[in-house]
């Protein structure tokens, strides 16, 4: 059944999807109610499976490692296709994993430390489940962009890039503490958080100022389930006969004004760009699509999957013992 929120509410969603840290005297004040109606209004959306957690966005690029795209179509029984999705859950190598109809059924974001570790993961994958594996698709990343989630409010906080430069921080067992417990929930109480690291609370706050500063940590997002709201997932794979800066400059500003575009991936791969777009229907979507065409005469051709499943950093224990 779909969720009916007001005003306050999506204005709290978007907050904690922009930055789930964020203190409920902070909330309060930029709602204009007060720190009970946020404590209880919250608790609503995480009572009715609105929230279902908190977590943090981790750039890995930023811990040395190269990202990689892998998109396939499968084949098989139900059960190896669950047999699939479960082994790949269980990686600690990897940052996405999609479920979808259309262009793709299964979409996975790997990190590796050179491109020869990845050839011989890629191949061991291929290798093992060739038997279901009809087709497959396999593309290096250049650059996330994250945008606001304007659909549920209108403000004006700019796009957040990942993935774009590899830098090789180090990190010690008390960093890796911190973006571990982080990483289970990102509203984790500072006290909490610094006694599970078993450091004080300065040493804790400066050291994820730190990995904030550095980019290791991208953000700290609220776990939504748009389905619940009555919104729909596709991504849109874009194919230009060719691609100028003045092409990709017009494509940003686009993105920038458009509040149903989340993400735009730069990558090499067949296509030249990935958009992920969430909308109320595929009305909607479509009317997006017809857009970007008229606005580019050297698009073309669009490829579309509707998104079923959606998992960031699946492999939650084992995301920090890289």
Do not use: C
């Not at 919104?231 to 500003?253: A, Q």
Request: glycine share 6%; hydrophobic share 40%; aromatic share 14%.
């Amino acid at each position: 059944m779909k969720e009916r929120l007001d005003k306050i509410d999506r204005r709290l969603l978007y907050e904690l999807d922009w930055n789930a840290r964020q203190a409920e005297t902070e909330l309060a004040k930029k709602i204009g109610r007060s720190r009970e109606t946020v404590r209880y209004r919250i608790a609503q959306l995480e009572k009715n499976g609105v929230i279902s957690g908190y977590t943090t966005w981790i750039d890995v690029a930023r811990l040395g490692y190269n990202v990689y795209k892998i998109y396939l179509k499968i084949g098989g029984t139900e059960e190896e296709r669950e047999e699939f999705f479960t082994a790949m859950k269980g990686r600690a190598d990897l940052f996405w994993l999609g479920i979808a109809d259309g262009a793709w059924d299964v979409g996975l974001t790997f990190f590796a430390k050179s491109n020869e570790d990845f050839f011989e993961r890629k191949n061991e994958i291929f290798a093992k489940y060739s038997p279901i594996i009809l087709q497959k698709f396999t593309g290096a990343m250049v650059e996330v962009y994250v945008y606001p989630k304007k659909f549920l409010y209108q403000a004006e906080e700019e796009r957040i890039p990942f993935f774009g430069k590899v830098e090789d921080n180090r990190l010690d067992d008390v960093d890796r503490k911190i973006l571990s417990e982080l990483f289970r929930n990102s509203r984790v109480k500072l006290v909490e958080l610094a006694a599970k690291a078993g450091v004080s609370v300065d040493i804790a706050r400066g050291r994820m100022k730190s990995m904030k500063e550095k980019g290791i940590i991208v953000g700290y997002r609220a776990q939504v389930d748009y389905q619940k709201l009555g919104m729909e997932f596709y991504k849109s794979f874009l194919y230009f006969d060719s691609f100028s800066k003045e092409d990709e400059r017009k494509l940003f500003e686009i993105a920038k004004q458009d509040q149903n575009i989340l993400h735009l991936i730069k990558l090499i791969s067949p296509w030249d760009i990935e958009l992920e777009i969430m909308v109320e229907n595929y009305q909607d979507y479509n009317k997006i699509i017809r857009h970007l065409k008229a606005e580019f005469p050297n698009l073309r051709n669009v490829e579309s999957a509707t998104m079923s499943g959606d998992f960031v950093f699946p492999a939650k224990e084992t995301i920090m013992k890289l």
